[in-house]
């Protein structure tokens, strides 16, 4: 055999010169890159036959263990950094004076769409766990270049409880358990009652956790709870805090961890409804300095669920 | 916004790098890769969230719509050239001399390890259909150096009916209709009868479909005939033999025309049992000459239903 590269080099020009004239123009785009990628990948590892069927394999057991409300591409696609990077490239803010708005990360599987708004002050706690650590969360939302106040923006928080599961995973939580929306108030503040955040796994039963084992990672998520930050005149905000102490912060599985999102929790002894202390500011940037300003977030499994199942 | 690109440079490193030591060494190699491969297409193509969550339900339903002896993923890698290229990858031989046997190319999901030995000059028809074109197909092997007649080489022949189905599509085909296996002679050589074969289309009701679709390309296969050819001391040769009249020799779905394996079918007016006539003739190339002489070929889908239901 020789030792120079033996394939053909016009393969992959061919396959992908073999979409027709009525390719839609961005459908080609895409689909050009990733053929040839694929392509690329093929060649460089020398792919054998038999490793190309058992990812094969791996692909159709994706879809095979996929239902309306569990979407498993999704979850791999978190455990390759892809969720992240997509949403880095959607989303990431640097004006030309180098500002950056508080910190994206992505959305997750379990954002619903049908939280309800609450008072300020008042406890997304629904259902109370004897362990769940329960933390006064405050803050105060300013704008990223005057440092003013922002009045009215709508904070929707959602966090798994005290036993690691989200509302619509565990029979024993009412429907927006830990979840609701707030809004500012004139002073762009907000506050309430929710729980320290607890860690969780990813479900490990399916592909996710044959590709996380293969590659001797954990599947656990550091700690966190989420937040949708939003408001007419601003870039959307999602994004996830993690306890500074979070053993989990450097391997977190789905790669979704930012510095500015690491926050500190204190101890609290003025008050008798809570053990613990949060203070958490959020800087926004005007929409005019979003790259796609109008672009919607993905759309969650939670919110196809409820679409199949209920409208 | 800026112009530049605006992503973390150390992130995809940083997702390789989370492997932990226990990773085998190749999945390493491949994964590193694949991961690479993957976050630079969408940084190439600037995937957006939307896109990114069509491509998700796009490889949820290739599984599902998969059974045992449906495999969707397997299809929609021959519609990008994948399986083309790993065969190659796999099997191309180029002495330092030039010299190259026979083509290879892929074995694709409808061969079976149960076709019958059957006698040189028998036909592989069990169940002829009335517009089925009858031919005389014949030839010689050879060992690509010393030109030499290959004594005792089996070729393995299947192609799909006049109806454009295989046996295990078809209720109305016996078992090992248009399949067969044959032994060359003392000459190298073989012959039988089998059909003109027919082009057919892949089928369109699943993801590939949606695929072909998008890309405006044609599902359809030229016409051919399948060959497996063994012998213990030669590297195998698996391929398939077009037609040069098919209108679809330049647009094969699947990516798996080479010119030499592009043959003339002539009328033949001596037989009474053929219409055409089809000289074939094979060179082989001695296992030292293989990359990888030991390798097997992928298992078929077939293959797995057999294991899945009868074994």
Redesign the interface.
């Known amino acids: 055999?020789?030792a120079e590269p033996?394939?053909?080099p016009n393969?992959?020009p061919?396959?992908v010169n073999?979409?027709?004239?009525?390719?839609?123009e961005?459908?080609r785009?895409?689909?050009g890159?990733?053929?040839k990628?694929?392509?690329?990948?093929?060649?460089?590892?020398?792919?054998?036959?038999?490793?190309?069927?058992m990812g094969?394999?791996f692909?159709?057991?994706?879809?095979?263990?996929?239902t309306p409300i569990r979407?498993?591409?999704?979850r791999i696609?978190d455990v390759?950094?892809?969720?992240?990077?997509?949403?880095?490239?959607?989303n990431?803010?640097?004006t030309?004076q180098g500002l950056s708005p508080t910190s994206n990360v992505i959305l997750g599987p379990f954002w619903s769409p049908n939280a309800p708004f609450r008072e300020l002050g008042d406890s997304i706690i629904q259902n109370p766990l004897p362990n769940g650590q329960v933390t006064w969360m405050h803050g105060r939302i300013t704008d990223m270049e005057t440092g003013k106040p922002i009045v009215g923006a709508v904070l929707d928080i959602w966090q798994a409880s005290a036993n690691a599961m989200y509302d619509f995973q565990d029979p024993e939580q009412s429907e927006n358990n830990l979840r609701g929306k707030f809004r500012t108030n004139e002073n762009g503040e907000y506050f309430w009652y929710c729980y320290h955040p607890t860690a969780y796994s990813l479900p490990t039963d399916g592909p996710a956790g044959v590709l996380l084992n293969?590659?001797?990672?954990s599947p656990f998520r550091p700690a966190h709870i989420h937040l949708m930050i939003t408001h007419p005149d601003y870039a959307t905000i999602i994004n996830q805090l993690y306890p500074s102490t979070d053993p989990y912060l450097d391997?977190d599985s789905v790669?979704a961890v930012k510095n500015d999102l690491i926050v500190e929790f204190k101890p609290k002894t003025d008050d008798p409804k809570a053990t613990l202390d949060l203070e958490y500011n959020v800087t926004m940037a005007l929409k005019k300095?979003?790259?796609?300003p109008n672009?919607?977030?993905?759309?969650s499994s939670f919110e196809r669920f409820n679409k199949g199942q209920k409208l």
């Open positions: 055999m020789s033996r394939w053909d393969f992959t061919y396959v073999a979409m027709g004239p009525k390719t839609p961005r459908a785009v895409i689909l890159s990733l053929i990628h694929i392509h690329d990948f093929a060649r460089e590892v020398e792919l054998t036959p038999a490793e190309w069927m094969v394999e692909i159709n057991s994706i879809g095979q263990i996929s979407n498993e591409c999704h696609c390759i950094g892809l969720e992240s990077l997509v949403d880095e490239i959607a990431k803010i640097v030309e293969l590659m001797d990672r391997i790669f300095h979003h790259p796609n672009s919607a977030p993905p759309v």
